[in-house]
């Protein structure tokens, strides 16, 4: 992340973070990243949605590997945020409808 995101968060109600779902190589700097994400101030009310992306190659890797690495349900738990994952394809377009219901449900739950 670059150093000046931080002056971004003032006004964010939902944060999209992507995982490289066909690069397990670089999973646990995604899990860094994430993880001062989730600790940064600024950011502590927003919603979350994890996409685990490019799930349309192949990878010696499920979805669900990856998470039991990352330990992704012990990060939900300690979360101030509510979390929520998705499978997609940006690429062919798989899943990018649940992200857009997601989207809108999330700022009609915030407003």
């Known amino acids: 992340m670059g150093p000046i995101w931080p002056s971004y968060y003032g006004n964010c109600h939902s ?3 992507m995982v490289d779902a066909a690069n397990p190589t670089q999973l646990s700097a995604s899990c860094v990243q994430l993880l001062g994400l989730l600790s940064a101030e600024g950011l502590a009310e927003a919603s979350v949605l994890i996409l685990f992306n490019k799930i349309d190659l192949p990878c010696y890797m499920t979805v669900e590997e990856m998470k039991s690495l990352i330990r992704l349900p012990d990060i939900i738990a300690c979360a101030k945020q509510n979390i929520s994952t998705a499978e997609i394809s940006a690429h062919k377009g798989t899943g990018l409808a649940g992200v857009l219901h997601w989207l ?4 009609r739950t915030d407003s």
């Open 104 to 107: 809108q449900d999330t700022h």
């Open 15 to 17: 944060l999209l973070f």
